[in-house]
């Protein structure tokens, strides 16, 4: 049972236009979530996060939005730069109740290409 | 630089053996965490240790287990192995219990034959 998921494998953007990833979970228990990027043969790398008090994190080009009543939530880069170009992963967590329920539920990624 | 070491980044060996990998986290990160990764598969939650001590167990064989040591280092130990053991394994680290905002390893990658 996939708690969390990445339903697009990639998405392609033309540079300079907004980039929006997707994510949607099933456990309203989350309280957290974060995305990270990952380039190939690095680790994932953390980007932003966000907890479920809030509906939006800034960072930059970076913004997460967080739907709770959708269970959705969603990266935007704007704009998107070719360095941009990674797989990204959507996370979420159940910070308040630590232990295995704590770590980190990862989605499968969507690979992002960014074309000059 | 993430600052989280992982040794080796490449390991290729038979069905049947056993295997471990190594992690050295972030200076004065003292928790940390063993994901896996196969192939098209998010990153899979193994084991957390915090301070030395088995925190949280996730999705994690019997045939694998791992220990953190007092120098903080960690290792994953894998054995009997299975063709379907074939992966990246992440290590990431964190300060505290919680891994809000780990950094995470260049991985190593597993291959068995």
């Known amino acids: 049972d996939q708690q969390v998921k990445q339903n697009s494998p990639s998405l392609s953007v033309q540079e300079g236009r907004i980039s929006i990833l997707n994510c949607d979970y099933t456990n309203s228990m989350f309280d957290y979530f974060l995305w990270y990027k990952k380039y190939p043969a690095e680790g994932p790398t953390f980007l932003i996060s966000?907890?479920?008090?809030?509906d939006k994190n800034e960072d930059g080009r970076f913004t997460v939005f967080l739907n709770k009543s959708a269970k959705h939530l969603s990266l935007h880069i704007v704009p998107s730069q070719p360095g941009d170009s990674a797989v990204y992963f959507c996370?979420?967590?159940?910070?308040?109740?630590?232990?295995?329920?704590?770590?980190?539920?990862f989605g499968k990624g969507t690979k992002l290409s960014v074309k000059p | 630089d993430s600052g989280v070491t992982q040794t080796p980044k490449h390991l290729i060996t038979a069905t049947g053996q056993r295997v471990t990998l190594r992690c050295s986290p972030r200076?004065?990160?003292?928790?940390v965490y063993w994901y896996q990764q196969s192939l098209d598969q998010g990153l899979q939650f193994l084991i957390q240790y915090y301070n030395g001590e088995e925190r949280a167990k996730g999705n994690i064989l019997e045939r694998f287990s791992a220990q953190q040591f007092p120098d903080l280092h960690s290792e994953l130990n894998l054995s009997s192995l299975e063709l379907g053991d074939s992966a990246l394994y992440f290590c990431?680290?964190?300060?505290?219990?919680?891994?809000?905002?780990?950094?995470f390893g260049q991985g190593t990658r597993l291959t068995v034959v």
């Open positions: 966000i907890s479920s008090i809030k």
């Open positions: 990431a680290s964190s300060v505290g219990r919680t891994n809000t905002e780990a950094f």
């Open positions: 200076s004065g990160d003292l928790s």
């Open positions: 996370a979420a967590s159940r910070l308040n109740y630590g232990g295995s329920q704590g770590n980190l539920i």
